[in-house]
C-alpha cells in the first residue's frame, strides 16, 4: 500500500475532540494493522534497514485515520490506542484466569455477563465491546502467529508451540519418542471470540494420565536423542535467552538507579526551596516587625508631642487669666471715691 501522506497539499485540519465512537475505533484499529503489515512487508524487502521513528507511524496512521472519516491527530491516536490495549490485555488474563480456576472451583462470571457495577469492583474496564474486543484479538494473533516463510520448521518449533499450548491449557502430555522421520505436527490454534473457548489441536489422542498424577509443566523432548551434537544445538539458543535476560536486568538495574538518583535531586532541589522560602518568610516577618514598631514609635511621638502642646495652651491660658484679673483689680482701686 501507497504512503497515504505522500503527494498531498498541507492543509489544515480541525480534528474532532472527545469521546471515540465504535466507528472511529473500527478504523483505527484497522488502520494500526494495515501500518503493521506495511512495516513487516518494508522489513522483508530491507531486513537491515530500520524503522521509521514512532512519529511518523503514527502520522501514517492518521492519514489513514482522516482518509475514512476518522479525523483525529496522530497523538489522539496513540493515546486511544495505548487505552484500547491495556484494557484488552486487563479482559483477555481475567478470561484466562477464570478459565484456569474454573478446573478447581466454581467457574466466576464471564465478563460479557456482567454489569458496569461488576466490572468496576473487579478493577476491569467498563465499556468494552465485544466487537472492538474481537478486532483486537484478530490484530493481536496475527501478530503472534508466525510468518509464512518461517512456518516450515523443524520438530523443535512444534515441541516449543505445542508446550506453550499446553501450558494454557492446564495440562502436560507424557513424552513420547518419536523418530526424526515423523511428519511436523499440525497444530491449528483459533484466537477465541469472547467469552474465550478452547485450543483446538489435531493431533493423536493421549493416553489417559493416572488419577494421582499432579499437574505441572515439564519441557517437552523433540526426540530421544541424547547424543552430544543435539545438546549443541540446544545451547546457542539458550545462551542467547540467558544473554538476553541478563541484558535487559542490566538495563533494567540502570534505568532504576537513575530514576533514582533523579528522584534525590529532586527532593534536594525542593528541601532547598523549601529553606529559601523560610528564610523569606522569616525575613518578612522582621520587616513587618520593624515596621509596626516605627509606627509604635511614630504614634508615641505624637501623643507626647499633643499632651505638651495641651500643657502649654493650659499654661498660656492660665497665665492670660490671671494678668485680665490683675487688671480688672487695679481698674477698680484706681477709679473716683
Not at 51 to 79: F, H, M, S, T, V
Not at 163 to 171: M, T, Y
Request: net charge positive; aromatic share 4%; proline share 7%.
Amino acid at each position: 500500500m501507497a504512503d497515504p501522506s505522500s503527494g498531498e497539499h498541507m492543509v489544515m485540519r480541525e480534528y474532532r475532540k472527545g469521546n471515540w465512537t465504535v466507528s472511529e475505533t473500527l478504523v483505527l484499529i484497522e488502520a494500526k494493522k494495515m501500518d503493521d503489515e506495511r512495516r513487516v512487508r518494508r522489513s522483508e524487502k530491507q531486513p537491515e534497514g530500520r524503522n521509521k521513528p514512532a512519529e511518523l507511524r503514527w502520522k501514517w496512521i492518521e492519514e489513514y485515520c482522516w482518509r475514512r472519516g476518522c479525523q483525529r491527530d496522530q497523538n489522539q491516536c496513540n493515546d486511544k490506542w495505548d487505552n484500547l490495549m491495556r484494557d484488552y490485555k486487563k479482559i483477555r488474563e481475567y478470561e484466562r484466569l477464570r478459565v484456569e480456576s474454573s478446573f478447581n472451583t466454581s467457574s466466576s462470571s464471564s465478563y460479557w455477563k456482567m454489569d458496569k457495577s461488576e466490572r468496576k469492583e473487579k478493577n476491569l474496564p467498563s465499556n468494552m465491546l465485544s466487537q472492538i474486543y474481537d478486532a483486537l484479538a484478530e490484530l493481536v494473533g496475527r501478530k503472534t502467529l508466525p510468518s509464512s516463510s518461517s512456518a516450515a520448521v523443524g520438530n523443535r518449533n512444534g515441541s516449543q508451540i505445542l508446550r506453550v499450548c499446553q501450558q494454557s491449557l492446564g495440562f502436560v502430555a507424557p513424552m513420547m519418542a518419536q523418530p526424526m522421520h515423523q511428519t511436523p505436527t499440525t497444530i491449528v490454534l483459533s484466537y477465541p471470540p469472547p467469552p474465550p473457548q478452547s485450543l483446538c489441536l489435531s493431533l493423536p489422542s493421549p493416553p489417559q494420565l493416572p488419577p494421582s498424577s499432579s499437574f505441572h509443566v515439564e519441557p517437552m523432548q523433540p526426540t530421544v536423542d541424547r547424543s552430544p551434537g543435539k545438546r549443541r544445538k540446544t545451547t546457542p539458543g539458550e545462551t542467547t535467552a540467558g544473554g538476553e535476560r541478563e541484558a535487559e536486568e542490566v538495563a533494567i538495574g540502570a534505568a532504576l538507579s537513575r530514576c533514582a538518583s533523579v528522584i534525590t535531586q529532586v527532593i534536594r532541589e525542593s528541601e532547598e526551596r523549601q529553606e529559601r522560602r523560610h528564610k523569606e518568610v522569616v525575613k518578612l516577618q522582621e520587616r513587618r516587625l520593624k515596621i509596626e514598631e516605627s509606627k509604635a514609635e511614630i504614634n508615641r511621638q505624637g501623643i507626647s508631642g499633643l499632651v505638651d502642646a495641651i500643657n502649654q495652651l493650659a499654661t498660656s491660658i492660665l497665665a492670660l487669666a490671671s494678668s485680665s484679673s490683675c487688671h480688672n483689680n487695679h481698674n477698680h482701686q484706681g477709679g473716683p471715691p
